[in-house]
């Protein structure tokens, strides 16, 4: 995979996860429900209190997940390619 490319993928991921606010256990009080709005990742919808936890999701959670999707895709365009030129 190009760098160029990775760089893009990567990015594209960092911006996905929002240090925000999600509901959790929907729907929420307002709505008549017993779920209540709470800091996290709303994109994984994972409670996190401060910025040094959603840094530590960033790396620990979201990078490696993405890592290692992209070394599968990798794998089977790989894979795919050989048996074509078989």
Do not use: W
């Amino acid at each position: 995979m190009q760098k160029s490319v990775l760089l893009r993928v990567l990015q594209q991921e960092i911006r996905r996860h929002d240090f925000n606010y999600f509901v959790d256990q929907p729907p929420s009080i307002a709505q008549g429900g017993k779920g209540v709005v709470v800091p996290g990742c709303p994109a994984c919808q994972k409670r996190i209190n401060t910025m040094s936890k959603f840094l530590d999701h960033l790396a620990e959670d979201a990078m490696p997940t993405l890592i290692e999707k992209l070394s599968r895709r990798e794998n089977r365009m790989s894979s795919s390619l050989h048996e074509k030129r078989e």
